[in-house]
């Protein structure tokens, strides 16, 4: 089976900037493209915080289109903002809930990741959502005007009430620490790799995910076919 070209920076911003003109479902539409781009990239901070900037970068570039073309639709594309950053915050949060469950997982079946690596993953995800905020503060910061305000405004107000993926990613490190601390020094070459394994898991959950939405478009087909007749 031929491996799935991994997706660019500009091309991931041009799909964000493109649901959120639309305006369709867009926060399910922006968890699924930010899954999509995590599940084909090997999931450390570096590659997070890109996907990060081009999703966001693509929300601002959306809704910014959209005010000048009328300012009639402020309270629309704050709207479509706010959906779209949900979007991001909630692929994030799968992320942190897949690495939970591939350590409950290994647990399970008397494995051990690397101290090493589990090392590097409690690093990343203590910096997750903090990059998380910067990423859409960088964003406001590098233009002016309306869409700009509106993402300043978000973060502003995400700070005081915290993120999905933030409080995920305590729990996270509670199961994290519990396991470095059941991993002895002789495991540390033979260990699994938690970051390989927990991609491997987020790209099992985004085809999941598409064949989920093609059966609901089935059912969907196949009851628009049915003749009609009475509600019970």
Known sequence: MATKKVESSDALEHRVKQVVT???DVQAAVYKITLDAMSNHALGLESIGRIMQAVVKGTHDGVQ????KTKTQTQAAQAK??????????ALTKFAATTKLAL???????????????????????????????TMKTSANATRGLASDM??????????TGTAVGEQIKSTLETLTHQMAAVSKTQV???MRLAQTTADMMRNAAVGMLTGMADRIQQHVASSK??????S
């Open 104 to 134: 409950e997982e290994a647990a399970g079946k008397a494995q051990k990741f690397s101290s090493q690596d589990m090392v590097s993953t409690r690093a990343d995800l203590e910096s997750l959502e903090e990059l998380f905020l910067e």
């Open 189 to 191: 070459e033979a260990g």
């Open 65 to 68: 289109d959209e005010i000048d």
């Open 151 to 160: 993402l300043s405004d978000m973060v502003a107000h995400t700070r005081r």
């Open 226 to 231: 049915k003749p009609s007749g009475k509600e």
């Open 22 to 24: 639309e305006g369709t």
């Open 81 to 90: 903002m706010k959906d779209a950053i949900s979007g991001l915050d909630a």
